[in-house]
């Protein structure tokens, strides 16, 4: 069972909830979509987890590349920007090293699947519409690829067989089947900055050997998350923000 995580954005009350959740299941084997850090107050701690769980991959984000490459033009808006600016201040030397070599996607897990954190040709494109999507699958070989980046869980399906494309909406605790003569791509949300309206961290399991998707939904101390931004000096809105899943 692989656990695949995207968009922690340096919130580890968050991603204690998830590990917890992972050490219950036993599960051990964690794919990491990107954007590690940027927007949240604990880029050293989260990364210091990270490291300890010794992923089976990671894939850049545009916030990671953002915080760790410097003279990096950062088209962000105002409280993006002095959150990365803020984080690349912040991050030891070594974690700062561990960041500047994450490979940026497309990437391969072992033949089975594929990762990005935007689209599969763009790190910083939002795949939202179906267009887009359907560009996308031209793009990558296998039939599952799985991209974060929009912080909205879900996915597209491409039947090849009827010649349609649609989206897929996840439903929390329940198995979604992956149906042969199907291609994918799905987004897991985000651990550390939900943005459906729905405050509760995000994330999913795959089970190669059934090929299927579980969403999980899961409450986290979002409370504790925003004062620590606040106490950070960062900007209020993305304290306030976290409470509504904007
Ligand atoms: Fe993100």
Same mark, same amino acid.
């Given at each position: 069972?692989?656990?695949?995580?995207?968009d922690?954005?340096?919130?580890l009350? %968050?991603?204690?909830?998830v590990?917890r959740?992972a050490?219950?299941?036993?599960?051990?084997?964690?794919?990491?979509l990107?954007?590690l @850090?940027?927007?949240?107050?604990?880029?050293?701690?989260?990364?210091?987890?990270?490291?300890?769980?010794k992923?089976?991959i990671?894939?850049?984000g545009?916030?990671?590349? =953002?915080?760790? /490459?410097e003279?990096e033009?950062?088209?962000?808006?105002?409280?993006?920007r002095m959150?990365?600016?803020? #984080?690349?201040?912040?991050?030891?030397?070594?974690?700062?090293?561990?960041?500047?070599?994450?490979?940026?996607? /497309? /990437?391969?897990?072992?033949?089975?699947?594929?990762? #990005?954190h935007?689209?599969?040709?763009?790190?910083?494109?939002?795949?939202?519409?179906?267009?887009?999507?359907?560009r996308a699958?031209d793009?990558?070989?296998?039939d599952?690829?799985?991209?974060?980046?929009?912080?909205?869980?879900?996915?597209f399906?491409?039947?090849?067989?009827?010649?349609t494309?649609?989206?897929?909406?996840?439903? %929390?605790? #329940?198995?979604?089947?992956?149906?042969?003569?199907?291609r994918?791509? $799905?987004?897991?949300?985000?651990?550390g900055?939900?943005?459906?309206?729905?405050?509760r961290?995000?994330?999913?399991?795959y089970d190669? %050997?059934?090929?299927?998707?579980?969403?999980h939904?899961?409450?986290?101390?979002? @409370?504790?998350a925003?004062? #620590?931004?606040?106490a950070a000096?960062?900007?209020?809105?993305? =304290?306030?923000r976290l %409470?509504?899943? $904007?």
């Open positions: 069972m692989d656990l695949i995580l995207s922690i954005h340096a919130n009350h %968050a991603l204690r909830v590990l959740y050490k219950r299941r036993a599960i051990a084997r964690f794919v990491f990107g954007d @850090v940027g927007y949240g107050a604990q880029p050293n701690q989260v990364l210091d987890r990270i490291q300890e769980l992923p089976r990671i894939v850049r545009n916030h990671d590349r =953002a915080c760790a /490459l003279g033009d950062l088209s962000f808006s105002p409280p993006a959150a990365a600016l803020w #984080t690349r201040d912040r991050l030891t030397r070594e974690h700062l090293r561990f960041l500047q070599e994450v490979p940026s996607g /497309l /990437l391969s897990v072992e033949g089975d699947y594929q990762i #990005t935007g689209s599969p040709i763009d790190e910083d494109a939002y795949l939202l519409h179906p267009r887009e999507a359907l699958f793009t990558f070989t296998s599952l690829c799985f991209f974060g980046h929009t912080h909205l869980p879900g996915g399906e491409l039947d090849e067989v009827r010649g494309m649609g989206w897929i909406q996840l439903e %929390a605790g #329940t198995w979604f089947q992956l149906r042969p003569g199907c994918y791509l $799905i987004n897991p949300g985000s651990v900055q939900p943005r459906d309206r729905d405050a961290l995000s994330f999913v399991t190669p %050997a059934r090929r299927r998707v579980k969403l939904r899961m409450p986290y101390d979002h @409370v504790g925003a004062r #620590t931004i606040r000096g960062l900007h209020p809105h993305l =304290a306030d %409470a509504h899943g $904007i």
